[in-house]
């Protein structure tokens, strides 16, 4: 995990130098009317969520992670609380791992809670399992979600 400020979002370059020069482009170009959906910025292996999260209190929701895939969270407006565990070791599945979803569910627990606020952002690996949008019950913030294929990553 990764949380930073959006300033210093450059800084991660080195990790992929395309795709952050792909992503720098799509911030660039964001405004207030861009629609809500999912924009491909090299195939599904690259590609940015803009949604209206609902938030919800901690305790109705559950983990989930991804194996292929890495996240990264960007709020738009307002806060978000994302829980994270640096691994699920002692977490209990539930169901199986989604390959079309890239995603495995996990009971809730205790973890490390970031709060994000506009200008932050939070980077989640392969393998760390998060709850998202956790915050007044009800409550709609607009988000972006990155998912880069872990295939792209130096």
């Not at 978000?80 to 565990?85: A, G, Q």
């Not at 606020?117 to 019950?137: C, R, S, T, W």
Request: proline share 5%; net charge negative.
């Amino acid at each position: 995990m990764i949380c930073d400020s959006m300033r210093a979002f450059h800084r991660y370059a080195a990790l992929a130098p395309e795709v952050w020069k792909k992503l720098a482009d799509f911030f660039a170009a964001l405004t207030e009317d861009t629609a809500a959906g999912s924009y491909e910025l090299d195939g599904p292996e690259l590609r940015v969520n803009l949604v209206d999260a609902k938030l919800a209190p901690v305790d109705t929701g559950k983990y989930e992670a991804h194996r292929q895939f890495i996240d990264i969270h960007i709020p738009l407006d307002g806060e978000e609380s994302i829980l994270c565990r640096p691994d699920s070791c002692d977490l209990k599945q539930l169901g199986s791992y989604s390959e079309e979803n890239d995603c495995v569910f996990y009971e809730t627990a205790a973890g490390i809670n970031f709060a994000l606020d506009v200008g932050y952002f939070l980077l989640i690996y392969p393998g760390e399992p998060h709850q998202p949008q956790i915050g007044n019950a009800g409550s709609i913030r607009k988000k972006l979600i990155v998912k880069i294929d872990k295939n792209l990553m130096k």
